[in-house]
């Protein structure tokens, strides 16, 4: 049961994460229960669990955390294609600016069983903090984890559930708002690289 006591505007020092963050994860969104959306009005983006295997965070202790993610997936929830390689002359200008092909988001996600739910297997649930159009299933997502915001908790009713995912929400908005965390949104990792210092332009 969640605690009674007020929850905090947010987690994480102010000057930015400290160990054992960030983490990263990354892999491709796959279906996931199917109760996000059409039970919880949260929307989620699953990743496999084996994606927590990489970097030695199979032990990561299960509960709600916050970060950024990077996503094959414009703005409307539409796949974009990496622009494939060709050695055949171009017959029209480049353009000025070339179409990217990563798009960055902030996101809160739950890595745990969600005891609600009785859930017998183990599960990474990214709610993306933007309104996509549509699914994007099969897109790749890179995964920065900055945060914890708070254990798993099982609850009384639904209503109680959604509630508490509507505060990790806000929390998890106001941490990364921070100097300290938001310039972690333009680090090389999110759209490929192996930055991880936090490097780079913030913003999509």
Known sequence: MPPSTPRPLTTGPPSGPEAPFPLKLSGKVVKGFGRGSSELGIPTANIPIAGLTVGGHADLASGVYYGFVGLNVTPDG???APHPITTEPSTSPSPSTP???IHTYPAVLSIGYNPFYKNTVRS???HVLHAFARDFYGAHMQLLILGFVRPEYDYVSKEAL???????????RRSLA???YARWEGDGYLRGGE???GAGDVGS
């Not at 959604?162 to 998890?172: G, H, K, L, T």
């Open 162 to 172: 959604i509630a508490d995912i509507r505060e990790d929400v806000q929390v998890a």
């Open 99 to 101: 179409t990217p092909t």
């Open 195 to 197: 930055e991880g210092e």
């Open 178 to 180: 921070r100097e300290g």
């Open 78 to 80: 539409a796949l974009i």
């Open 124 to 126: 990474v649930e990214v």
